[in-house]
């Protein structure tokens, strides 16, 4: 492909000529992929107050939306606040929660980081119906806002029948002295072999009824059950249920979690589709495939032919020498470099990877450019229209160039058509 050695300075030049972007210049999204301002909302019963419905309001924010502030200690300050607001429907406010956070990033990359974005919940409680809604990030620095229209269905919960909650996907679990504490997967994606692969539920039983019989099960595009657990739970109570699925997926590709309940002769079903790009991938051998792989896209081919051909016990040692060799600063525990490389990595997985071709996204054609030449100065993009497919062009100004991609079969797959 390309020399490594040019790679390395296009690392570390873009590394550190990324331009923070504010909320007046970012708006709805960024300029591809996931928007920077992700939420989702779902519907529970109220645990207090059986007459009402609870949403919970899920948002992460990424520091580049932020404007960010250097402080006197030479660090960099963002302030914001995320605020929910129910409207009747006349446009009354009838229910607002709000919630103020500051960050604190150590170094100027760090305020342009789309990574660990900051993760927060807002609960409101109303009567069953339809409702509008605005969700609001207000940066407190900047005085720019990002706004939100919701159309909102407040469930009835009332224990006059079987119900169901929303389901919630479930990347990360805790087990603290007061419960369990769970960090939702608002992408409804599953592409980290870390994650804790899990859906949450709320079944609420009929007051007086039988037993709840419920079949948590696993299902492709096609039908094809890929797990199931049946249960049988008492009726008295409201049922919080986890299911654990990583091990029961070895493919990636497209799937749905569905709950069906049964109580005397009263049914309930919901279901909801979520993607796996990554699945049950063994984490010993078949991981330093996957880095060498990688690599290639911007290693010397006969670097990478070296680390393959080499006794499987040697390969990892060969690996880390390869990032000790080109450390910017040896000297220190980190590895610019290599740190950089990866959060590209997990960028494109998390921007790029195609749901119909099931390739992750650093292997993709938008992926690839990515990872070698970073962010784009700028990016021109055309939504599909009649006899028209949807496209991107990536401008990169500092290299005089710029990438044409387009989804020429309407399945989000984006190709690789020209280079200017």
Do not use: C
């Not at 229910?95 to 990574?115: L, V, W």
């Not at 299911?243 to 079903?269: C, M, W």
């Amino acid at each position: 492909m390309r020399k490594f050695t040019h790679i390395v300075l296009m690392l570390l030049i873009v590394s550190t000529s990324w331009a923070q972007k504010k909320m007046a210049n970012s708006r709805h999204q960024n300029m591809f992929g996931h928007e920077l301002f992700t939420y989702r909302f779902y519907n529970f019963a109220d645990s207090t107050d059986e007459r009402l419905s609870r949403m919970d309001f899920h948002v992460e924010v990424v520091n580049d939306v932020l404007t960010f502030l250097k402080t006197e200690d030479g660090a960099y300050r963002a302030r914001y606040e995320v605020v929910v607001v129910i409207f009747n429907d006349r446009g009354d406010p009838i229910a607002e929660k709000s919630m103020t956070n500051r960050i604190q990033a150590s170094t100027f990359g760090d305020t342009n980081s789309r990574i660990n974005p900051a993760f927060h919940s807002l609960s409101l409680s109303l009567s069953s119906g339809q409702y509008k809604g605005r969700l609001q990030l207000n940066d407190l620095e900047s005085g720019e806002s990002l706004t939100k229209d919701l159309e909102l269905n407040f469930r009835e919960f009332r224990r006059d029948k079987l119900r169901l909650s929303d389901i919630l996907f479930i990347d990360k679990i805790d087990t603290t002295e007061s419960g369990v504490d769970y960090k939702p997967n608002l992408h409804h994606v599953f592409d980290d072999i870390h994650s804790a692969f899990s859906a949450y539920v709320e079944i609420y039983p009929p007051e007086n009824g039988r037993e709840v019989e419920a079949q948590l099960s696993i299902i492709d595009a096609k039908g094809t059950k890929f797990f199931t657990v049946e249960n049988r739970y008492p009726s008295s109570t409201p049922i919080s249920v986890i299911i654990p699925f990583r091990q029961h997926l070895k493919k990636p590709g497209e799937y749905y979690f569905v709950v069906d309940a049964k109580s005397g002769n009263q049914t309930a079903k919901i279901q909801r589709l979520f993607n796996v790009f990554w699945g049950n991938i063994p984490q010993a051998r078949t991981n330093l495939e996957i880095a060498m792989d990688q690599l290639a896209l911007v290693a010397h081919k006969k670097e990478i032919d070296a680390m393959r051909q080499a006794l499987e016990a040697e390969r990892q040692v060969i690996y880390d020498e390869f990032w000790l060799k080109r450390d910017p600063t040896p000297n220190t525990s980190r590895n610019e470099l290599k740190d950089e490389f990866f959060k590209r990595i997990d960028f494109s997985n998390r921007n790029f990877t195609e749901i119909a071709s099931g390739r992750s996204g650093w292997q993709t054609d938008r992926g690839k450019i990515y990872i070698v030449y970073g962010a784009p100065d700028n990016v021109d993009r055309r939504d599909s229209e009649m006899n028209l497919p949807a496209a991107e062009v990536w401008h990169y100004n500092r290299l005089n160039r710029k990438y044409f991609f387009a989804d020429r079969e309407g399945d989000g797959i984006f190709r690789l058509i020209k280079v200017e």
